[in-house]
């Protein structure tokens, strides 16, 4: 059975960091894109990041580039979401998401029940 | 990038109706389109990918079409568990993934 936990959320200062921790079971990790996807209260959907199976390759919304870093450990089958420099914006529950393919990550098959990131002072 | 406009914000239907809910691209998109329901305080739920296909598991009176740019979900013989907010969303511009807005579908 494919299963995702996040753990990691919690309530941060404006400008603060927080790391985001993912563990994958069920499925050979590595075989897999991932990707995070935010829900802010009450509001909707929206792509985070992802990487690809071999993680070479990240990819950002332009909301994050630059504030956010997106890893992973195979060997651990371990996503990590690094988030600097928070803002009240960000604040949202983090799903963690298992991709169809290796190398992008087109869809959510599976989905973590979410970790709740609160920024502020 | 890709906007995604889904209409309508909010849905009332009653057990047994025919829903439909849209999503217009800004752009072609090919079938690159997904559909979601996300029941209270889930995680969302994958229901269609590539505009019509369903996924294993989920039930047939689910389904969905694409003309054009639009898209459409529908749902016939509502039932009160598909109390849910439904989302497209395309992947065409991957990684740029983009989400509808969300449809609120209650039960009258």
Not at chain 1, 29 to 44: C, D, S, T
Not at chain 1, 67 to 78: E, G, L, M
Not at chain 1, 93 to 120: D, H, I, K, P
Not at chain 2, 73 to 91: G, K, M, N, R, W
């Amino acid at each position: 059975e494919v299963q995702l936990v996040e753990s990691g959320g919690d309530l941060v200062q404006p400008g603060g960091s927080l790391r985001l921790s993912c563990a994958a079971s069920g499925f050979t990790f590595g075989n897999y894109a991932m990707a995070w996807v935010r829900q802010a209260p009450g509001k909707g959907l929206e792509w985070v990041s992802s990487i690809d199976g071999g993680g070479y390759n990240t990819y950002y919304a332009d909301s994050v580039r630059g504030r956010f870093t997106i890893s992973r450990d195979n060997s651990k089958n371990t996503l990590h979401l690094q988030m600097n420099t928070l803002r009240a914006e960000d604040t949202a529950v983090y799903f963690c998401s298992r991709g169809t393919y290796r190398n992008q990550w087109e869809r959510g098959n599976y989905w973590g029940q979410g970790a709740l990131v609160t920024v502020s002072s | 990038d890709i906007q995604m406009t889904q209409s309508p914000s909010f849905l009332s239907a009653s057990v047994g109706d025919r829903i439909a809910i849209t999503c217009q691209a800004s752009q072609d998109i090919n079938n690159y389109l997904n559909w979601y329901q996300q029941r209270p305080g889930k995680a969302p739920k994958l229901l269609i990918s590539d505009a019509s296909t369903l996924e294993t598991g989920v039930p047939s009176r689910f389904s969905a079409f694409r003309s054009g740019t639009n898209f459409t979900f529908t749902i016939t013989s509502l039932q009160p568990e598909d109390v849910a907010t439904y989302y497209c969303q395309q992947y065409d511009h991957v990684p740029r993934n983009t989400f509808g807005q969300g449809t609120k579908l209650e039960i009258k």
